[in-house]
């Protein structure tokens, strides 16, 4: 026989009972559509983390509390209270870190504000005036408050959409002053909408000169980051390593193992996000992989049904004079074509599916979700759906070709 006739004769055989292939497939389709739906979710969710990161710009450098975590389990080594105000004066010297642009401190927290009745859960960030510039923040209205602000710890303070929303329903907040742990703080200024699109969700935020959340709501005297800018692109990484060294001579540490802090470019972050975010993406489609397999031992159990209904064709045909090996070429060539129109279907329906849901995520989120089409997971899907077909074809295929025709002419 030749490969076009074991070709056709396979079709022939796959289109006699399309319900029964169909529900044969099924597991491939939806094994295939997940990993699909996964992998494009998770490049999405990826493009849209790393954009985030790069649009602090990619000379912006971070110092953060506590060492450079060794392990997973590792979590004490994030937390700390080792970057002070002496550490500010060091690296603000030239003399220190030359190619220094910007630098801003800033304290984290939360609390709840309040405006007559109206209350809300706010997250606290303290910062200079420089995070206008560096988080490229516009309010809609009021203005930013100004470095004398800072100075002199003023009660002001720049609210984000939402809590303008819960405290002041249709009022205008300018100008109004909220309390926050029972201190009063005039409203400045009022951000847009972000819609959580951003690195930090500043449509919950209360934003106030760092010196004001440190004396009168945080009751601390440390820093819980520290963001800094270099002149230029092409000078992050001697800047990263200037503020490093400055930071050993301000803590007194001779030997690196032992920093109580941790500096990151924003490669350095992108490069651990990227890690991070695919490891994971690819751990869930690794899960929903699963369902290839249940689909592969469907497709065997099926071909062996088959094999046993067509015993007597496989009989006829091999008195004909077809030989063990063009049976065992039809049974897992119909093996094989399942498994593909299963991928492609699964291909097909996965992307599908990935892309509605992308522009859902895009409406509801109102984030730049791009939708990606996983080229690699495709490809992925193609072989194995057809290594499948070959794995698990294979020994309904043999049992097949292994039949006496004699034998097989009598079977009723």
């Known amino acids: 026989m030749t490969y076009k006739h074991i070709f056709q004769t396979s079709i022939k055989g796959l289109s006699t009972n399309r319900s029964r292939s169909f529900l044969t497939i099924l597991g491939i389709v939806i094994g295939i559509t997940a990993i699909m739906l996964v992998v494009s979710l998770g490049a999405g969710a990826q493009s849209l983390i790393l954009g985030q990161v790069q649009g602090l710009g990619t000379n912006t450098i971070a110092v953060i509390p506590g060492r450079e975590p060794t392990s997973p389990s590792d979590v004490s080594s994030l937390f700390g209270d080792s970057l002070k ?19 801003m401190p800033t304290v984290i927290g939360s609390d709840t504000a309040s ?3 109206n209350t809300y859960q706010t997250s606290i960030f303290g910062a200079t005036e420089l995070i206008a510039e560096i988080f490229d923040l516009h309010p809609s209205e009021g203005r930013f408050f100004q470095r004398e602000d800072v100075i002199s710890s003023a009660d002001v303070v720049v609210i984000g959409s939402e809590v303008a929303t819960h405290l002041f329903d249709n009022e205008d907040p300018l100008g109004q002053k909220i309390k926050i742990k029972g201190r009063n703080f005039k409203v400045v200024a009022v951000l847009p909408p972000t819609g959580g699109g951003s690195l930090f969700n500043f449509d919950s935020m209360a934003l106030m000169p760092y010196t004001t959340a440190q004396t009168y709501l945080l009751g601390i005297k440390y820093f819980n980051r520290i963001i800094m800018q270099s002149l230029t692109d ?31 470019t924003q490669q350095d972050l992108a490069n651990r996000l990227t890690t991070i975010t695919s490891a994971l993406t690819y751990f869930l489609a690794a899960v929903a992989s699963i369902a290839l397999f249940v689909g592969g031992v469907g497709i065997m159990n099926i071909m062996l049904v088959s094999v046993t209904e067509r015993t007597r064709e496989i009989g006829l045909r091999k008195a004909l004079g077809a030989t063990d090996r063009d049976i065992l070429s039809q049974f897992l060539l119909e093996a094989v074509l399942l498994t593909a129109i299963g991928g492609v279907i699964g291909i097909i329906l996965g992307s599908s599916l990935a ?13 730049d979700w791009q939708y990606v089409f996983p080229w690699s997971g495709a490809i992925l899907g193609l072989v194995v759906s057809a290594l499948i077909g070959l794995i698990f074809g294979g020994y309904p295929a043999k049992q097949a070709a292994s039949k006496s025709p004699i034998e097989a002419l009598r079977y009723e």
Not at 237 to 264: C, G, M, W, Y
Not at 355 to 367: G, P, R
């Open 355 to 367: 892309f509605i849901i992308s522009l859902i995520l895009s409406k509801v989120l109102s984030v």
């Open 115 to 117: 405006y007559n009745s």
């Open 234 to 264: 092409a000078q992050v990484e001697s800047t990263a390593e200037d503020v490093k060294l400055t930071l050993r001579e301000s803590h007194n540490i001779t030997d690196p193992t032992k920093d109580d802090f941790t500096v990151q």
């Open 85 to 103: 105000q002496k550490d500010i004066v060091a690296l603000q010297n030239k003399s220190n870190v030359p190619y220094l642009k910007s630098i």
